[in-house]
């Protein structure tokens, strides 16, 4: 018999010379959690089962440009370490799950679930949330200024940018809203308005997907009459 996910041997009953077989398995348990396998990246990179289970930290040179690592659909957590010269694409062997993608010179703690890889921490999996948070000081300083922020993954903001929030210390007392416009690339797809005399804005957006390098710009009104202390966070799913 063996473990379901690492494969390693266990303890029979009324086994002899038991020791051999638990000191084998505490060694295997200690090269799947700390060992580092090391190879040379190609187009299209493949992961046996024992490299991948016997193994924790996985690190790849080459040129191989633009390259994909297979990985077993076992489950477990693990490490990639890019070190060649093109994005890699990190993926449970067929590539029909989500798959994770690693610039060259950067590495990222990995999940596989057995049929999707997710990055554990970072930026997030696909699926989670992914958040845009500024502050503005307002009126007297951020008049007609023009913030940009840069993606760098996929991201989708639904209609109106649910669960999405603004909101100023100051509210303002002039006669008109006071309207900040979203621009994808320069094209506007939203506002953030501020009604009289109340703190928390107002969305308006149309379901807008942003891939990495995209631009997201903040486009600040005229005036902000006397709105002051904006705090914005926006919301959006990765993709």
């Known amino acids: 018999m063996t473990t379901p996910i690492l494969g390693i041997a266990e303890v ?9 077989t638990i000191n084998n398995a505490l060694r295997a348990l200690e090269n799947a ?23 924790f930290y996985f690190g790849f040179t080459g040129t191989p440009g633009t390259w994909t690592l297979n990985v077993p659909a076992t489950e477990r957590a693990f490490y990639v370490e890019n070190g060649a010269d093109g994005v890699a694409t990190v ?28 990055e554990i921490g970072g930026a997030g999996a696909a699926g989670s949330e992914h958040l845009v948070s500024l502050f503005l000081a307002g009126a007297g ?26 909101r100023a210390k100051t509210a303002h ?10 621009q994808k690339n320069g094209t506007p797809f939203g506002t953030i308005e501020f009604f009289t005399a109340t703190n928390a804005a107002h969305f308006t957006a149309t379901a807008t997907s942003f ?21 914005i966070t926006l919301v959006g799913g990765i993709v």
């Open 33 to 55: 959690s700390n060992k580092k396998y090391t190879a040379a990246a190609t187009a299209t990179t493949n992961l046996s089962a024992a490299n991948y289970t016997g193994n």
């Open 12 to 20: 029979s009953q009324s086994q002899s010379n038991k020791e051999v």
């Open 211 to 231: 891939t990495a390098g995209d631009r997201l710009h903040f486009v600040c009104p005229a005036a902000f009459e006397t709105l002051a202390g904006i705090a």
């Open 173 to 182: 007392t002039g006669s008109f809203d006071v309207m900040i416009t979203l």
């Open 91 to 118: 993926q449970v062997t067929g590539g029909a799950g989500v798959s994770v993608a690693i610039d060259a010179g950067s590495g990222r703690l990995l999940y596989c679930d057995g049929t999707d890889v997710f």
């Open 141 to 166: 300083v951020d008049e007609s200024a023009e913030l940009i922020y840069i993606f760098t993954r996929d991201v989708t903001f639904p209609t109106d940018l649910t669960d999405s929030r603004a």
